[in-house]
């Protein structure tokens, strides 16, 4: 018996592109376990797959890190890994269905930019880049 997809429905409504670039945030970083970003990591999980096994911790929610130590944590992440999280943070900021699931993930969006001295993308700006050329 089919139970479904593990990718919760909300994600289906995205272009291939930007369900690819929260993909490749999901597992987290290569070269570190920093304590924060893995909070983050999680919650992403828990927020765009449907759990098939609920006593592990692989999708725990954890209380939220503050910016100064996700910003410390950061630090030792690659910067490969860090640009797959920022994207995926600023398409679920835009894009998930709940308001209070966009705000949590605007926050860490617009702080990782701004910790690069970058500016975010608008969302315009990021459906342009991630549209599907297919």
């Given amino acids: 018996m089919s139970k479904g997809f593990v990718l919760q429905e909300w994600m289906g409504e995205l272009p291939w ?3 690819s670039v929260i993909l490749s945030s999901l597992r987290g970083p290569d070269t570190s376990r920093p ?7 999680r919650w992403l999980r828990g927020i765009t797959q ?3 096994d609920p006593s592990t911790d692989y ?15 950061l630090e030792y992440c690659t910067m490969h890994y860090y640009a797959h999280l920022t994207h995926a943070l600023g398409i679920i900021g835009y894009n998930h269905p709940k ?7 605007n926050k860490y969006y617009s ?3 701004e910790f690069l001295h970058l500016n975010p993308e608008t969302k ?11």
């Fill in 17 to 19: 592109k930007q369900q």
């Fill in 35 to 41: 304590a924060s970003v893995k909070v983050i990591t």
């Fill in 59 to 73: 999708m725990k929610k954890l209380p939220f890190p503050s910016l100064e130590e996700f910003q410390r944590d």
């Fill in 111 to 113: 702080a990782m930019a």
């Fill in 124 to 134: 315009e700006q990021l459906n342009k880049r991630l549209e599907d050329k297919v």
């Fill in 99 to 105: 308001k209070e699931t966009r705000e949590i993930a």
């Fill in 50 to 52: 449907n759990s098939a």
